[in-house]
């Protein structure tokens, strides 16, 4: 036996590979509205259907909120959602909305 000491190499764990995304890219329309527009917008929109994402922005391009939209998806459950966007238009005087459309 020898008197060296050996310290372990630690292995680095082999990268994964991120997979292409599946599907078609989605459809994306930009909206600007005013503040007291916003409800009545996005309860129009979510009615044509195929929308996946709502986006709401600032004046400035900050995301304030951010909603993913399943299918299914109806009144009862949006209730919070709609008290959030609301508070949210009430607080910004114009604001783009960002409607994210499946293909």
Do not use: Y
């Not at 922005?57 to 299914?72: A, N, Q, W, Y």
């Amino acid at each position: 036996m020898s008197d060296e000491q050996t310290t372990p190499q630690a292995e680095t764990p082999p990268q994964a590979e991120t997979p292409p995304q599946a599907g078609p890219t989605p459809h994306v329309d930009e909206f600007s509205v005013t503040g007291d527009q916003v409800l009545e917008f996005l309860k129009k929109a979510l009615h044509e259907g195929n929308i996946r994402r709502i986006v709401l922005r600032d004046e400035s391009g900050k995301t304030l909120l951010e909603i993913p939209v399943t299918i299914g998806v109806v009144g009862a459950i949006l209730l919070p959602v709609w008290a959030a966007i609301g508070a949210v238009a009430a607080l910004v005087a114009k604001m783009t909305i960002v409607i994210e459309r499946a293909e």
